[in-house]
């Protein structure tokens, strides 16, 4: 045990782990680097009309990946130290996407093919051996933690435009998708950002496959 100097008092060492403590719940201090979320859609829902609209083979075109900054998809800034950066797993990004998007297909009796390339015009579809194709464009998928006193506030923002041509209909049917979600945590873990953003892709594709067009 040591003593103080000036008036011989001893100071305990479990003091020392209450400041340390003190430390990560106010400023939020963490282990800086890169953390990998691991990515998927999965729903437990089950779309009895998707296959009638789509047909039993569905094509899945190269997804558009117009960010940035494609390498990570989202940050966390503690109010001291150095910030950390989230990345997909699987990575890159489309192929999170892709792979949880397609075994939900399969459990609903469509066959997902990949395709080359697709124009993403109605005229095209006559060339595509599928009774559909599918083409995915992220415009934006971040999810950022920023500390604060005693609270981390975290905001997640993804924009999709999916488009969807259907063969039989000769028709190109484009959805426009924006969430943006915030909430507020006393502390901000890497399986926290990854719950909240693995739950707005379900939301997002539960909407997409029970009305597809």
Known sequence: MKVNEKGGRPVRPFRWLAVLFLCFAVFGCGKAGTHSLFLRYQSAKEFPSLLQKVGPTLGIAPVQDERRDTLYIGRHTPLRGVSSYFKS??????????????????????????????????????????????????????????????????????????????????????????????????????????????????????????NPY
Not at 128 to 135: A, F
């Open 89 to 210: 797993d699987p990575s890159p990004l489309e192929n999170a996407i892709i792979e949880s998007l397609s075994q939900v297909l399969s459990r609903n009796g469509i066959k997902t093919v990949s395709i080359s390339e697709w124009d993403g015009k109605p005229e095209s579809l006559k060339k595509i051996e599928t009774d559909s194709v599918l083409m995915i464009e992220i415009r934006r998928f971040w999810t950022e933690g920023k500390a604060f006193p005693f609270r981390t506030q975290a905001t997640t923002s993804i924009h999709f435009l999916i488009h969807l041509g259907v063969k039989k209909e000769g028709k190109v049917f484009t959805r426009n998708v924006e969430v943006e979600k915030e909430t507020t945590l006393p502390r901000l873990t890497p399986e926290r950002m990854e719950e909240t953003v693995n739950q707005i892709l379900t939301d997002i594709f539960d909407s997409f496959l029970g």
